[in-house]
């Protein structure tokens, strides 16, 4: 029952360079949502996706990049890595049935940019 | 716009005693809310959740938070904390009417319980 899945779970990048964040959940969930998190923050939602094909902004995008190829994956894109995102990243998915309406979260991403 | 509000930035509470994490909302419509639990180094752990119906829902772990909408508050409850219960908490909103879906967390509210 492996849920939402991130890989890796721990980076460290140079400034400058790039890295793509993967995630994909086996619950055949239409939404699917990458967040970060910041201490004292909370959760920053970045992009989400209402499924294959459809992806939107969500408040802090900037330098980030998604792709929705399949229902189960939505790998998150940083393409020119700056000191400014070293945060957790955290993917999330759900089902936006009647009731169904939680997200569930994969154990994240710790980036460290240097 | 919606927002999420944890006014308290930890929570101190000896095992035993009852514990309450407070949560207030904002949102034009009507809400979906959550609470969502962090231990160290993991992900979030979804606890509970209003949908509609009964104002008092019940949870994981025995949890449980009443919706007021009245005073648009959804604060966390357990009877008697246990020192296990020490983590991050989240409350999270989302609008019925948002066909995208989306969540709105509030900052987190650390709870400490001491034996």
């Known amino acids: 029952n492996a849920g939402v899945t991130q890989t890796p779970k721990f980076r460290i990048l140079k400034i400058g360079q790039s890295m793509t964040l993967q995630c994909t959940q086996d619950?055949?969930?239409?939404?699917m949502y990458w967040y970060r998190q910041d201490p004292g923050m909370g959760l920053k939602l970045i992009y989400y996706s209402v499924g294959a094909g459809i992806t939107d902004k969500g408040e802090v995008p900037n330098g980030y990049n998604v792709s929705r190829s399949t229902t189960e994956d939505f790998p998150l894109r940083l393409e020119l890595a700056a000191p400014s995102q070293t945060s957790v990243y955290f993917c999330?998915?759900?089902?936006?049935?009647?009731?169904?309406?939680?997200?569930?979260f994969g154990q994240g991403t710790r980036l460290t940019v240097v | 716009a919606q927002s999420v509000a944890q006014p308290e930035d930890q929570v101190n509470v000896a095992e035993g005693n009852p514990l309450t994490v407070k949560c207030t909302y904002s949102?034009?419509?009507?809400?979906?809310l959550f609470w969502y639990v962090q231990y160290p180094n993991r992900g979030l752990q979804f606890l509970l959740k209003y949908i509609t119906g009964d104002n008092l829902v019940k949870g994981s772990y025995g949890f449980e938070a009443e919706f007021n909408k009245s005073q648009t508050s959804f604060h966390l409850k357990k009877p008697s904390a246990l020192v296990s219960d020490s983590a991050l908490y989240f409350c999270a909103v989302s609008l019925t009417t948002d066909s995208w879906g989306k969540f709105q967390f509030g900052a987190g509210t650390q709870v400490v319980v001491t034996p």
């Open positions: 949102v034009s419509g009507n809400p979906y």
């Open positions: 619950m055949n969930h239409n939404y």
């Open positions: 999330a998915s759900s089902y936006r049935g009647e009731l169904n309406t939680e997200a569930f």
